[in-house]
Structures are given as C-alpha cells and as structure tokens.
C-alpha cells in the first residue's frame, strides 16, 4: 500500500498506475505506462528530488497466510512501451531508503548483412513467423525475449493443455495452467526449455530487434525511517490504520513494514551506442583500386630498374672486364 507518492515533488494520482497480476509477486503496478490514456510523465531537471518518491507499507497481516520467503518490493525498471519480463528487476528491503539512480542507454546496430538483427519490426506483418506475431497479438512492442517466451508458451500448451500464468503473452484460450497437476506440468516443462540450447533452433523465428533502451541502475540504501521522523509516522491515522489502530508502533516495527524508494537520473543524458560501415562500397572500391594501381606502379617500376641495372651492368662492367681480359694477349705479341 501506498503511503506516499511524488513525482517531481509533486503527488501522484491513481490514473498514472496501471494495475496487473504478476504470478510470483501478485498485485504489480505501473507507473507511466503508455498502456493507459494518460499522458506520459517526463523530467526536464536531474536529480534526487526530481523523479519518483514513494513510500510503501510492505508487511503481511498476520491473520495472512503466505508461501513469500521475504517480504519487501520487487522493482522492475524498463522503457515505459515494455511489459517487465518474469525475473528480472530488482529487490527492495522494508526498514531501508534505497535510491535507484538510472542512466539511459540506447542501442542501435547495423541491420544484415551486418548483424543479425532486422530493420523496421513495427507491424504484425513485418515478418513471418507464428511467434512473432504473437508478441503483436498481445499488445506488446516487440523484442526478441518476448519472441522467445511465445515460444514457450507454445510449447508448455502442446505438453500440458494449458497456458503458463503469468506470461506477457496473451493466451489463445482461456485454459490457465491453475491445477497443482498443471502448474507442476508446466514447470517441469520450463526447465526442460531453458536447460537447452532452444533459443539458438528458434533464432530464425524469433528475428533481433536492431534498436533497444535499457537502464543501467546503481543502487545505495540508508536506514529508514529515522527515529524522530518515525515517531511523526505513527501519529498519521494511515499509519496507525495499517497497524489495527494501535498507539504503542515501535521503531522497529516501522522498519520491518515500511520502505522508502527514490528512482532518478543524476545527469540530463543519454548514452548511444551506434553501429555504422567502417567505409562505404565506393570507399572500398577507391581502396581496392588504389591499392592495385600501387603494386601495378611498383612492378611496372622494378621491371624498369631491373632493365636499366641490366644494361649498365652489360655496357659499363662486362664490356670493360672484357678489354681488360685482351691486354696480357697483346703484351705477349709485343715481346
């Protein structure tokens, strides 16, 4: 539950969440999705104070029965047109302030022969494949992980009868895997898939996207709350209300409930990461061309000096040698 939300220093609304179920984690919201009709929230200003502030009541009522091993916040950061993917992300521990500074990258490279990665994938019908328009199918912008999770699912649906909760993909049917039988089908088939090799038989079925965003994250963390601003929480009714309505909440039973996240950039950039023709077809016709026209001028030159050493060795040594030769015949003559 939320206890506070800022964006920008100023208050959240609900319309800027966008609910959904996540299986390992349960209820999960999305701020700033482009899935909703509001408009999307930028920052024009780095800094700690300015991107999302929230605080969070994490704890489990008692009367609750969980199978959670921790408790916590489970974060997802990704570009806002992306469905977070099963797995990734990152942890957030109660009775602590952590602050998640972002630093935006983007990725583009060269499309084939270059790479293997394929231009213009923005349409359902930018490429062939049963999977691929799957990911289209769900609402999804596309990427290759998402490529490979229709794959998945496919296959879970083949061996079980049933679609694996929890997938971005959107099932064909209605048929979740929701039996302890289906449920244990399904993962025992999972790690089957991912214990192989299958990304590399299905790579021509699931083509590379040529550009991508991702956020490189460093994360620091502070005790929270502190005493003096804790002893100003229990006095709030939303706290107490979280609490059964007690006057006697501890410092420490603060801690174990409540987290405070901070999510920012510290500098205004961007990072790009470009592929580019290391020299152009005209370029390496110029080269080739004048690389030739270098080792035709240097043999056309050795021919020449090696004529030319030729003659004068002819004209200017042997001739010479040959006279010199003749002299002691004429002597012996003379005598």
Same mark, same amino acid.
């Given at each position: ?52 502030? *929230? !605080? &969070? ?5 008692? #009367?609750?029965? +969980?199978?959670?091993? @921790?408790?916590?916040?489970?974060? /997802? ?124 038989? *299905? !790579? &021509? ?5 040529? #550009?991508?965003? +991702?956020?490189?994250? @460093?994360?620091?963390?502070?005790? /929270? ?111």
């Amino acid at each position: 539950m939320f206890i506070s939300c800022l964006y920008n220093l100023r208050p959240c609304n609900q319309s800027q969440w966008t609910w959904f179920y996540n299986s390992e984690f349960g209820n999960c919201f999305r701020f700033n999705s482009d899935q909703n009709s509001q408009e999307i929230q930028k920052t024009y200003q780095a800094g700690k104070y300015n991107g999302l502030m *929230i !605080e &969070l009541y994490v704890g489990i009522p008692e #009367e609750q029965n +969980t199978l959670s091993q @921790t408790t916590g916040a489970h974060v /997802y950061i990704d570009d806002n047109s992306l469905k977070p993917i099963l797995g990734q992300g990152v942890d957030i521990a109660p009775g602590f302030g952590t602050n998640l500074v972002l630093q935006r990258i983007k990725r583009k490279q060269m499309p084939k022969p270059y790479s293997s990665c394929i231009e213009h994938l923005d349409t359902v019908d930018s490429f062939d494949s049963e999977y691929y328009r799957k990911v289209f199918k769900s609402n999804l912008t596309y990427r290759q992980e998402d490529c490979f999770l229709a794959f998945i699912q496919s296959e879970i649906y083949k061996k079980c009868k049933c679609n694996q909760v929890g997938s971005n993909i959107i099932p064909e049917n209605n048929n979740l895997c929701d039996s302890f039988e289906e449920q244990n089908c399904a993962l025992v088939e999972l790690q089957r898939l991912t214990q192989s090799n299958y990304k590399k038989s *299905i !790579e &021509l079925l699931c083509p590379l996207e040529c #550009e991508s965003i +991702t956020y490189r994250i @460093t994360k620091s963390i502070n005790r /929270y709350p502190s005493v003096s601003y804790g002893n100003d929480l229990v006095k709030l009714k939303q706290i107490k209300a979280l609490f059964g309505n007690r006057t006697n909440i501890s410092i420490d039973e603060l801690r174990e409930n409540i987290l405070s996240l901070n999510i920012y950039y510290e500098y205004l950039k961007q990072t790009e990461i470009t592929e580019n023709r290391s020299i152009s077809w005209d370029g390496l016709v110029g080269s080739i061309g004048g690389t030739l026209g270098l080792f035709l001028g240097i043999s056309f030159l050795s021919f020449f000096f090696l004529n030319l050493v030729n003659f004068m060795c002819y004209n200017y040594m042997i001739c010479p040698l040959l006279e010199l030769s003749s002299f002691p015949h004429q002597d012996r003559m003379l005598d």
